[in-house]
C-alpha cells in the first residue's frame, strides 16, 4: 500500500466510496458477546466467542477512531453484543468522547446494565442511547430474549434519570410474536418520552434466518397504527435510516426501519468495526478488511489512514437481503446491529 506521507498536510482526505457516498458514521462493536439470547439475534446454547486477546484493546479501538475521525468520520456509535458486558466501558466511551472531531458518542444497548452504569456513561459524554425492548410482557419478554424484562425496565428509568434525551426504543416487529404489542409500546413510549422505532427482522446468521418466518412487513405495521393514532410526517435529528411519523398532539416519534421492504442503502454512510479488528462494509454483505494485523504490526498512523481509505474502496453499493438471503454467516452480535 502506498503511503501518503508526502502529501501536504493540509490535504486531509475525506472518506467517500465509490459510489459517492460520505462515509461519516462508524458502528463499533466493543463484544461479540451478551448477556441476553435474543432468539433472532444469538443461539441459545452460543458459547464459540473470539478469544479476548482477538479483541481489539482499548488503546487499539481508539488509535483507529481517532484515524477515522481525522478522515472526516464524526459520529460513533457504541454497539456489540451487549456493550455494557465490556469492562470499564465507560473508561473507553469517555477516550472516544475527548477525541477530535468526534460530536456524538452514542450507545446500543439492551439496558439490563443502565442501573449501574447509566451515570457514568453520561459523564463519559455518551449523548444518546437506543435500547431494545420487543415486549412489555414479562414472560414473553423472557421466551424473546433469555432474560428478565424487570431489568430493563430499572434501567431505562436510570437512564431517563440519569438524562439521557432522546432515549430511541428499538422493537423488532414479529408476527405471532409481539405483533398484538405494537399500540402498547405507542402508549409506554409517549408514558415515559421515549422515541419508538420499529425494525424489520433480517436475515443474518441462522438465528436471523430462522426468524424469518416471523417476518413483517413495516408498511402494515404503520397502516395498523394509523387506525388507532394521527400520525403525521415526523423529524428527527440523527434519524439515521429510519423515516418518521409523528403521533398528533404528542411528542412522540415513531421510526420505520425497513432493510428488506424499502431499502436505504443509497444514503448509507456507515462502516462497522467488529470487536476482532475486521471493518465491515455493510451489515448484509461479506466485504471486509483487516485492521488487526497491521495495527499489531507496527503501522503509521498515516499507513493506518491510508489502509481506511484503501478499505472504504471495497464498499459494495447495497445489501442483497432479498436476493441472497444465505449470504451473511456471522451473527449479528459481531457487527452490531
Ligand atoms: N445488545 C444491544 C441491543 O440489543 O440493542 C446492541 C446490539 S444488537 C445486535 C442491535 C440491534 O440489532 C437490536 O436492536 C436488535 O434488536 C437488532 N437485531 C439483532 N438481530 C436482528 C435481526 N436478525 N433482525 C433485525 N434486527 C436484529
Ligand atoms: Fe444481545 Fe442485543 Fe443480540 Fe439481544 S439483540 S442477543 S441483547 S446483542
Excluded at 64 to 75: E, H, N, Q
Excluded at 171 to 196: P, Q, R, S, W, Y
Excluded at 235 to 253: E, H, I, S
Excluded at 295 to 318: M, S, V
Aim: a neutral charge; hydrophobic letters at 35%; glycine letters at 8%.
Amino acid at each position: 500500500m502506498q503511503s501518503r506521507q508526502m502529501e501536504p498536510k493540509h490535504m486531509k482526505q475525506n472518506l467517500t466510496d465509490p459510489f459517492g457516498r460520505k462515509i461519516e458514521y462508524v458502528r463499533l462493536s466493543v463484544t461479540d458477546q451478551c448477556n441476553l439470547r435474543c432468539f433472532y439475534c444469538m443461539p441459545k446454547d452460543f458459547k464459540d466467542y473470539e478469544e479476548p486477546e482477538h479483541w481489539l484493546t482499548h488503546d487499539e479501538i481508539e488509535r483507529v477512531i481517532r484515524a477515522f475521525a481525522s478522515l472526516g468520520t464524526s459520529r460513533v456509535r457504541i454497539t456489540g453484543g451487549e456493550p455494557l458486558v465490556r469492562k470499564n466501558l465507560p473508561e473507553l466511551a469517555g477516550r472516544l468522547s475527548r477525541l477530535p472531531g468526534i460530536e456524538d458518542l452514542s450507545l446500543s444497548t439492551n439496558a439490563t446494565r443502565l442501573t449501574t452504569q447509566a451515570i457514568s456513561l453520561k459523564t463519559a459524554g455518551i449523548t444518546r442511547i437506543n435500547a431494545s425492548l420487543d415486549s412489555l410482557k414479562p414472560k414473553r419478554f423472557k421466551d424473546i430474549t433469555q432474560g428478565k424484562l424487570e431489568k430493563v425496565m430499572e434501567g431505562l428509568m436510570a437512564a431517563k434519570e440519569a438524562g439521557f434525551h432522546p432515549i430511541k426504543i428499538n422493537m423488532v416487529a414479529m408476527k405471532g410474536i409481539n405483533d398484538d404489542e405494537f399500540e402498547d409500546m405507542v402508549e409506554f413510549c409517549i408514558e415515559h418520552d421515549f422515541t419508538l422505532r420499529f425494525i424489520e427482522t433480517m436475515p443474518i446468521g441462522d438465528t436471523g434466518r430462522n426468524a424469518k418466518k416471523y417476518y413483517l412487513s413495516l408498511r402494515e405495521v404503520e397502516e395498523r397504527l394509523s387506525k388507532r393514532f394521527e400520525l403525521i410526517p415526523g423529524v428527527m435529528p440523527g434519524g439515521g435510516p429510519a423515516r418518521y411519523k409523528q403521533v398528533a398532539g404528542t411528542d412522540l416519534r415513531i421510526g420505520f426501519i425497513t432493510p428488506i421492504s424499502q431499502h436505504f442503502c443509497e444514503t448509507c454512510n456507515r462502516v462497522r468495526l467488529a470487536v476482532d479488528g475486521t471493518l465491515y462494509m455493510c451489515l448484509g454483505q461479506d466485504h471486509k478488511f483487516e485492521l488487526r494485523p497491521l495495527l499489531r504490526n507496527g503501522i503509521t498512523d498515516a499507513e493506518l489512514q491510508d489502509a481506511i481509505l484503501h478499505a472504504i474502496t471495497l464498499k459494495p453499493e447495497r445489501h442483497e437481503f432479498n436476493e441472497k438471503p444465505g449470504q451473511v454467516v456471522r451473527f449479528m452480535s459481531m457487527t452490531g446491529g
